[in-house]
């Protein structure tokens, strides 16, 4: 079974700065997709950015970047220009490019934004 | 374009009794995975219904059971809850044939005494 792993429990960040969190997964399929999500607290879980893995290119979405490497299976996410709003738990997650396309998730990030 | 909701967004049972939770997928979205998250914890994958069928399924017991509907919502029922059912439980919909992403209902919280 595939497995996600973050290893930083909680982040803190202050604001306008930048900050990466961390994720590495494990799987011997080469075609899947990776995904971050914020779940902030009214707990909706709300997608920042997603990274098919045939693609070498970095995904970014404004402020919003990753750090893909497929060879050391990490993918890290990095939140420039870091703004009061971010403060949320983040989750990484890993998904199948075949068979049934559901999510699994790491435990999570706290992140905090120091005004 | 209306986004994934659910119903309730709280509920108390008590332990031996059951509950149906209730989602409703986004327009155009024909498929619909359940998560369930404990507190402190990632999601994890109940399981997903396609066109009104099962397509897939996590580590979760038989009386974890759910329905997909022709208009693509859906209903998650678990019986004779346990006190390690107190969970948020997500509901997420998507276009499965294009492989797209999943997104997310604002979850149903079940706290089980």
């Known amino acids: 079974a595939q497995t996600v792993t973050q290893s930083q429990p909680e982040m803190s960040v202050q604001e306008a700065e930048t900050v990466t969190l961390s994720c590495t997964y494990d799987?011997?399929?080469?075609?899947?997709?990776l995904f971050w999500y914020k779940q902030p607290p009214s707990r909706q879980m709300i997608l920042v950015i997603r990274?098919?893995?045939?693609?070498?290119q970095n995904a970014t979405e404004n402020r919003f970047s990753v750090n893909f490497q497929k060879a050391a299976k990490s993918f890290s996410l990095k939140i420039s220009d870091s703004q009061l709003g971010d403060a949320a738990m983040y989750f990484c997650a890993y998904r199948s490019g075949t068979g049934a396309n559901n999510l699994f998730f790491g435990t999570g990030t706290r992140l905090t934004v120091i005004p | 374009e209306t986004g994934v909701t659910q119903s309730p967004t709280h509920l108390i049972k008590t332990r031996g009794q059951q509950v149906t939770l209730r989602c409703s997928s986004q327009?155009?979205?024909?498929?619909v995975s359940w998560y369930q998250q404990a507190l402190g914890q990632g999601p994890q994958f109940i399981f997903q219904?396609?066109?009104?069928?099962?397509?897939g399924r996590g580590n979760f017991p038989p009386r974890f059971s759910g329905l997909q509907f022709p208009n693509y919502s859906s209903e998650l029922n678990v019986n004779a809850l346990e006190l390690d059912d107190s969970a948020l439980y997500l509901c997420?919909?998507?276009?499965?044939?294009?492989?797209?992403?999943?997104?997310f209902g604002p979850g149903t919280r079940l706290l089980v005494l």
């Open positions: 327009s155009g979205h024909n498929t």
């Open positions: 219904y396609y066109r009104e069928e099962e397509n």
């Open positions: 997420a919909s998507s276009l499965r044939a294009s492989q797209e992403t999943q997104y």
């Open positions: 990274q098919e893995a045939y693609k070498q």
């Open positions: 799987t011997s399929e080469s075609d899947y997709y």
